[in-house]
């Protein structure tokens, strides 16, 4: 069958895709965004979060073919979504089909931060500031989740930020540090939207 998609911002198709296909495949290997890492595959571990619709979800759990006609944002289009929302839509999700990262430059990203890297979302910048990447392993999933959290509720509370993030496990053990991440992102974006 064939899939047509939103991904990142721009409507994308997949073909030849057999019923049982995961969406987390289809991104992955056959449209060549790695940044959603395939763990457990049982959707306990979050590592391959995505945001369907503006839903954060396990790509993995997800049928490729219940993404047919549907909005994703992975990992690489992130900073993008992020920079789009704050701009264009202040406040609120972007839904917009005629804007986001092509596929090329979805695939080309790398973070790099500094004034040479390609800019980065307030999420993920806070994680590099906060030292929460550690592994690097499950960070898409938790920055994903981590960017909706932060969407829905600005100023989240510490449950609120346990709660959101529960379905992501970090292997490294290292909650604090993206518990301190998640708060300096909240902590930047209102400060960022106070006159």
């Not at 979504?81 to 264009?88: Q, S």
């Not at 695939?107 to 500094?114: S, T």
């Not at 994680?127 to 392993?137: K, L, M, P, R």
């Amino acid at each position: 069958m064939r899939v047509h998609f939103t991904v990142n911002g721009r409507p994308q198709q997949a073909d030849d895709v057999w019923e049982g296909e995961s969406l987390l495949y289809v991104l992955r290997e056959r449209m060549g965004l790695p940044g959603s890492k395939n763990a457990c595959e049982q959707g306990e571990c979050g590592s391959c979060t995505v945001r369907l619709d503006g839903v954060p979800v396990c790509a993995c759990l997800v049928a490729a073919g219940q993404a047919e006609g549907r909005e994703v944002t992975t990992v690489e289009g992130l900073a993008d979504y992020a920079r789009h929302r704050a701009d264009a839509h202040p406040g609120s999700g972007c839904a917009a089909r005629g804007c986001g990262t092509g596929l090329d430059e979805a695939r080309a990203w790398q973070a790099a931060p500094g004034p040479d890297g390609p800019p980065l979302s307030p999420v993920q910048q806070a994680f590099i500031d906060a030292g929460a990447v550690q592994c690097g392993f499950c960070t898409p999933g938790l920055l994903v989740a981590a960017d909706e959290l932060l969407e829905q509720r600005p100023s989240p509370s510490d449950q609120d930020i346990r709660e959101a993030l529960s379905g992501n496990l970090c292997r490294c053990t290292g909650y604090e540090k993206i518990l301190d991440a998640v708060r300096l992102a909240a902590a930047r974006t209102k400060a960022a939207v106070r006159p």
